[in-house]
Each structure stands twice: as structure tokens, then as C-alpha cells.
T-cell receptor, first 111, second 116 residues
Framework: GNSVTQMEGPVTLSEEAFLTINCTYT??????LFWYVQYPGEGLQLLLK?????DKGSNKGFEATYRKETTSFHLEKGSVQVSDSAVYFC??????????FGRGTSLIVHP | EAGVAQSPRYKIIEKRQSVAFWCNPI?????LYWYQQILGQGPKLLIQ????????DSQLPKDRFSAERLKGVDSTLKIQPAKLEDSAVYLC??????????????FGPGTRLTVL
């Protein structure tokens, strides 16, 4: 079956540091890939998505590139802010349009 | 535009009792999802509806869980009887439809269930 593996958290950074959260997946065919974010006390919301190989999703300074050869969709941001502190979930939608989520990675940004 | 509504927000029950959760998706969204999120884990899909038909319920424990989406709008998820391991946040989400152009999911605030 489909699966998503994310790096363990928490990831702790200082403000303006570079962020990478690793995500790899297992799926047949060509799934759509997503990053969702959950800010403290709020529901999950879509951060960015990519639907085919080599696509780059971007939003709010975050980027992720769909790499089919390495089955990866790593999330990056050049300069994090305290307000980016949240839990980040990598997800895929595979054949049959069935979604699968990773465990989530907590990001803590210190001033 | 109103978001996905869920109720109740919190529920505490004894094991072997029954409980029901309600979800009202975004108006016009054809696809509705119920997830179970155990503390420290990602959301696990329980059931997916397209309009009022079930698309996937392969991870729904059908001996105790049931869900329906009458008229393709609101949905209810029921647990009967509850077990301790059912303690989790139950999330409802909706999307305009299925397929890569429509598959952004919009999540409700969730219902936190505690089974004692």
C-alpha cells in the first residue's frame, strides 16, 4: 500500500535559519503530493501541492519539488520566522484518489 | 465562505458507550473524508464519500464504526461500542471533487474524543 515517511521532530531552529523537512513516499503510479500545516490551536490547512514529477509547489516562502527518481518531496524555507512554528504533514493522494498522511514533524522556531 | 463545521468539539464517554460526530462540509464540495488522528500521529483515513456514495472504507473498523452521508451533504460518524483505543481526534475534511485539479482538502476543527 501507499505510505509517507517524514523526519522525526521536533525540529528546533533559530529565526532566519534555513529549514528542510524530509519526506519520502511509496506509491504506485504518479500520486499528487502535498504539505499541510497545523498551527497551534488551528485545523490542518494546505500549504502547497505538486501533481507531477519535477513540479515545484510554493507558498508563503516554502517550497517543495516532486522528485520521482528519489520518491521525495522535501519541504524547504530559506529563512524561518517564529510564526512558522507548527506541525507539518506530508501527504499523498494515490491511485483511486485515496489520501495517505505522514506522522507530522513539529517545527519550533526561537527568536 | 464558511469552513467545514464539526460538532461536538469535545466528548468524554465511558468504554462500551456509543458516540456520534457530525460534519457539515463546505457548500458544493462533493468529496467528504473522515479521519482518525491519534496523539503524535498523522491523520488516518477512515472513510471517503463522493456525494452520498462510499469511495473507500477499507480502514474503517466496521464492527464498531459506521458513517453515512445522506443527500450528499452532512455526514455522521458513529462508534458503537467505544473502546479505550478509540481516544483520538476525529477530523472531517471536504474537497470540491476528486482528481488532481480538485483535491485540496479543507479540514474542520476536529472532535476530541476521550474514552474512559
Amino acid at each position: 500500500g501507499n505510505s509517507v515517511t517524514q523526519m522525526e521532530g521536533p525540529v528546533t531552529l533559530s529565526e532566519e535559519a534555513f529549514l528542510t523537512i524530509n519526506c519520502t513516499y511509496t506509491a504506485t503510479g504518479y500520486p499528487s503530493l502535498f504539505w499541510y500545516v497545523q498551527y497551534p490551536g488551528e485545523g490542518l490547512q494546505l500549504l502547497l501541492k505538486a501533481t507531477k514529477a519535477d513540479d515545484k509547489g510554493s507558498n508563503k516562502g516554502f517550497e517543495a519539488t516532486y522528485r520521482k527518481e528519489t520518491t521525495s518531496f522535501h519541504l524547504e524555507k530559506g529563512s524561518v520566522q517564529v510564526s512558522d512554528s507548527a506541525v507539518y504533514f506530508c501527504a499523498l493522494e494515490g491511485s483511486g484518489y485515496i489520501p495517505t498522511f505522514g506522522r507530522g514533524t513539529s517545527l519550533i522556531v526561537h527568536p | 465562505e464558511a469552513g467545514v463545521a464539526q460538532s461536538p468539539r469535545y466528548k468524554i464517554i465511558e468504554k462500551r458507550q456509543s458516540v456520534a460526530f457530525w460534519c457539515n462540509p463546505i457548500s458544493g464540495h462533493a468529496t467528504l473524508y473522515w479521519y482518525q488522528q491519534i496523539l503524535g500521529q498523522g491523520p488516518k483515513l477512515l472513510i471517503q464519500f463522493q456525494n452520498n456514495g462510499v469511495v473507500d472504507d477499507s480502514q474503517l473498523p466496521k464492527d464498531r464504526f459506521s458513517a453515512e452521508r445522506l443527500k450528499g451533504v452532512d455526514s455522521t460518524l458513529k462508534i458503537q461500542p467505544a473502546k479505550l483505543e478509540d481516544s483520538a481526534v476525529y477530523l472531517c475534511a471536504s474537497s470540491p471533487s476528486r482528481g488532481s485539479s480538485y483535491n485540496e482538502q479543507f479540514f474542520g476543527p476536529g472532535t476530541r474524543l476521550t474514552v474512559l
